[in-house]
């Protein structure tokens, strides 16, 4: 491998940016940032750019219009390779609510796409959002299913479990539904990140659930119970029990769309950007141009239409997923909610590599880290994406 030099670039790291510096890769690695001369180096001129971590996306279902439950290695890598030119370089593939069969279906194809795939070290592990949560009533249940959303079973968790070896790293379930204590205990004993989503709970039922295990908030401000009047008396939610607890970590969508500016400010000064993560929750429309498609697996998934930069049931219902990309979420957050590159990029790589355990690898611009970067110009339009050393765009 040749190994690669980035001059004149201005690197983004977590509390500063440095202007106009050098990074040499050697090795698909970060070997030296500062003032550099090295001999028989390819050059990238960085002069006018940013470079960024890569982005670690730990919550996304499709693009490209592919979908993980497609369920084919095809599908893994085709949604894999078009959100790695949004800048993405880890990804963890997440299965909406499904049958026993077609979560099985999800795992089988991630297996071959492991063996197989040239992109296979970018994806750490999966995701499942679901199918434990709150049912056909409920207001939280969005765009899943409904008719498939059930209570925990410990049975059918064991199944899973053992079918997918090792290759689950979070799970998400409400914590208001009878069995979801045994879920988090199952989850704690399993070293897998144990999240809340799709909820109703109340602010109480909520911190049972930390108490339990649940450490995470699936999309933050999206299908998550806030206060609320109930026969004559208050109740809290979600919401607020995550904002009075310190140690539980959210993500939120960053199209722009999903949350309201001030809502996504008010959470940064609450939770600060070390405990959040930027995710797209995207769906196979993203990083396309088409207007209309299936939320889901292309065989039984729901139909979906992109209305405004979102995509949305076909009765304009619910939001159906987003068809963000990373690129888009760092122009949201930077051009649109005025935060800094720093604090950007700490949500957008930094933290959640601290999640997934990651971070001696991936996250930051430093050396010994792996060589994930994106180069964009000063509007945040991507000029480059580098992947284990070697750049994408020619
Ligand atoms: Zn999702």
Redesign the pocket.
């Known amino acids: 491998m040749n190994n690669l030099l980035i001059k004149n670039v201005d690197a983004v790291l977590k509390d500063r940016i440095d202007q106009s510096v050098d990074v040499l890769i050697k090795d698909g690695k970060i070997a030296e940032i500062g003032k550099l001369n090295p001999e028989n180096c390819e050059i990238i001129d960085g002069s006018n750019m940013l470079l960024f971590p890569g982005f670690v996306d730990i919550?996304i279902?499709g693009g490209g219009n592919s979908d993980f439950m497609d369920a084919t290695p095809t599908a893994f890598e085709n949604t894999v390779k078009s959100h790695l030119m949004h800048g993405t370089t880890t990804i963890v593939p997440?299965a909406?609510s499904a049958s026993f069969e077609d979560i099985c279906g999800f795992l089988s194809a991630y297996k071959t796409f492991k063996k197989i795939s040239e992109y296979a070290d970018m994806v750490p592990g999966l995701h499942l959002?679901g199918p434990y949560f709150s049912g056909a009533n409920a207001k939280s249940s969005g765009a899943q299913p409904k008719n498939i959303l059930r209570f925990p079973d410990i049975k059918e968790i064991s199944k899973i479990l053992k079918f997918a070896d090792g290759s689950i790293i979070r799970w998400d379930a409400a914590p208001e539904l009878p069995g979801s204590a045994m879920f988090a205990k199952i989850m704690k004993d399993n070293g897998i990140l144990c999240a809340v989503g799709h909820s109703d709970a109340t602010a109480s039922e909520a911190e049972n659930g930390f108490k339990n295990g649940f450490s995470h908030i699936?999309?933050f401000l999206n299908a998550t119970s806030a206060h609320r009047k109930r026969e004559q008396k208050v109740f809290a939610g979600i919401l607020e029990a995550t904002y009075l607890n310190d140690d539980i970590t959210i993500e939120l969508i960053g199209d722009g769309c999903h949350i309201a500016k001030e809502d996504f400010l008010l959470a940064l000064k609450i939770k600060g950007a070390e405990k959040i993560s930027v995710i797209t929750?995207a769906m196979r429309l993203s990083a396309t141009n088409i207007k209309q498609g299936k939320l889901g697996s292309i065989l039984n998934g729901t139909d979906c239409i992109v209305d405004d930069g979102v995509a949305k049931l076909t009765d304009m219902s619910s939001f159906a997923?987003s068809i963000c990309t990373m690129d888009r979420a760092l122009k949201v957050l930077c051009n649109d909610f005025s935060i800094s590159p720093c604090i950007a990029s700490v949500m957008m790589s930094l933290s959640p590599s601290k999640l997934l355990k990651i971070q001696d690898k991936k996250g930051t611009i430093s050396v010994g880290k792996d060589a994930d970067l994106v180069l964009t110009d000063k509007s945040f339009n991507i000029k480059n994406v580098i992947l284990a050393g070697v750049p994408q765009i020619k």
Request: no cysteine; charged share 20%; hydrophobic share 10%.
């Open positions: 919550h279902h997440t909406m959002e699936t999309h929750d997923g």
